[in-house]
């Protein structure tokens, strides 16, 4: 196969989470079949519900800032398929792209013959990335887990260094309807002989994590609040000093944007500083360049176009309060909210929180089978919202043209609600400058 045509295949199999199937048979099967690629290198799971492909790329950076050969494989991607694996910092080449997932393929066939289990979407590029990591002689993996955990297809890359990002509320159809039930899934990535990081959790989740951490004898090292905060631009990026039992990293600019970054920050030096004790080389001053040059697109990304245009990928409350959090603070400028949704996520309470933020508020429908309709997203604004300011576009075109029209030069469009609405919104834009 060629790259576009490799594309299709891959999205011939279905939605990513509409055809979903959860379960580890499969994709280590596929792997088997392959020649366990995964175990020509050690990897780092991050699971969570918010933060974790922060911390999968701010622990990327300080890696390659450290000199170390890294993979990266992260999801969803915005624009191109090809985002989704990095290698030594650069997105895989199509042709490479194209290779592997041709050889994937090729094994996944067999495996639909012989069983009658054809591999899905997300098994198929988790193979084809581990696959062109261990052709590209990668010395260290870092894997975004897909979603949950126990049954992800990321897990079965057995990493040997794990971490556990937040855990809120989202996807509850598929992971269950409590923190303790969410969390439970996802700390089932720690198995014995692991080295686990844990982020600062609500009672409730964190509870589950310690049982398991007990259950599989490993000593978790959990991150606390060991921060100081020293002040922030105005373009809202933090500058902090960190303090762990090893080091104490001073007057850090974070490059990416928001106070919830300082624990996904604080998360990825505990990452870094376990990594140390397992031998690799990771100074002190490659943690703070990690830190200070890390990017992350479409996270709070703000491009420097006429208006500005901020871009945030909040698809639950919890990164939608993180989202207002930041506009109520570092925000003056009047607001334009373009919205776009899937109509599994907790639409009132997100709305409830990102609407009256809003001078003008725009919604649209992604492009997606998932997608809310323009309808259900207007049911779900607040009943106290002022109606006159809600306008609708039937696409993310639309929706760009009216929000120009709409907000001054010195005012600001957030794009928000999916990242899938973000993607579609990079691709319509074309090339832009991030600032």
């Not at 090729?106 to 495996?111: D, G, L, R, V, Y």
């Not at 409830?352 to 309709?373: G, W």
């Not at 997203?377 to 039937?394: C, M, N």
Request: aromatic share 6%.
């Amino acid at each position: 196969m060629d790259f576009a045509e490799a594309v299709r295949y891959l999205y011939g199999l279905g939605h990513e989470t509409l055809a979903m199937k959860l379960g580890l048979e499969n994709i280590e099967r596929l792997l088997d079949e392959l020649g366990k690629p995964h175990e020509k290198f050690p990897s780092v799971q991050i699971a969570g519900t918010n933060g974790k492909g922060s911390v999968a790329v701010m622990l990327d950076a300080i890696c390659r800032a450290a000199g170390i050969r890294t993979g990266l494989y992260t999801s969803p991607h915005l624009v191109s398929i090809t985002e989704r694996i990095r290698i030594g910092g650069r997105e895989i080449a199509q042709e490479d792209f194209a290779r592997h997932a041709s050889r994937v393929r090729t094994e996944a066939e067999m495996i639909e013959r012989e069983t009658g289990a054809w591999p899905t979407f997300f098994e198929q590029v988790t193979a084809t990335a581990l696959l062109a990591f261990a052709d590209a002689q990668i010395e260290l993996a870092i894997l975004e887990t897909g979603l949950g955990g126990r049954l992800d297809a990321t897990t079965a890359a057995r990493a040997r260094t794990v971490a556990i990002t937040p855990i809120d509320f989202d996807h509850q159809e598929y992971l269950g309807s409590t923190l303790a039930a969410i969390a439970a899934e996802k700390a089932a990535i720690i198995r014995p002989g692991t080295r686990a990081v844990i982020a600062p959790q609500h009672p409730e989740a964190r509870r589950v994590i310690e049982r398991r951490c007990r259950e599989c004898e490993v000593t978790p090292r959990i991150v606390y609040p060991n921060f100081e905060i020293r002040g922030s631009s105005d373009l809202g990026r933090l500058r902090l000093d960190f303090a762990t039992e090893e080091d104490r990293y001073e007057n850090v600019r974070l490059n990416l944007r928001g106070r919830h970054q300082a624990v996904n920050a604080a998360v990825a030096i505990a990452l870094a500083e376990t990594l140390r004790e397992d031998g690799f080389a990771i100074s002190r001053e490659a943690i703070i360049e990690g830190l200070e040059t890390v990017e992350h697109a479409g996270r709070l990304e703000l491009l420097e176009t006429r208006p500005k245009m901020l871009l945030d990928g909040a698809h639950n409350a919890a990164s939608a309060r993180a989202l207002r959090e930041f506009l109520d603070e570092f925000v003056r400028s009047p607001i334009t909210l373009i919205f776009g949704a899937m109509r599994d996520k907790d639409l009132t309470e997100i709305a409830r929180i990102l609407f009256p933020a809003a001078r003008e508020l725009i919604l649209t429908r992604v492009a997606n089978e998932r997608a809310a309709t323009i309808a259900t997203l207007v049911e779900a604004a607040p009943r106290d919202f002022d109606r006159r300011k809600i306008k609708t576009a039937g696409s993310v075109a639309e929706a760009l043209a009216r929000a120009r029209d709409l907000t001054p030069d010195d005012g600001l469009i957030c794009v928000t609600g999916s990242l899938y609405l973000i993607g579609e919104t990079k691709a319509a834009l074309g090339p832009a400058t991030a600032i």
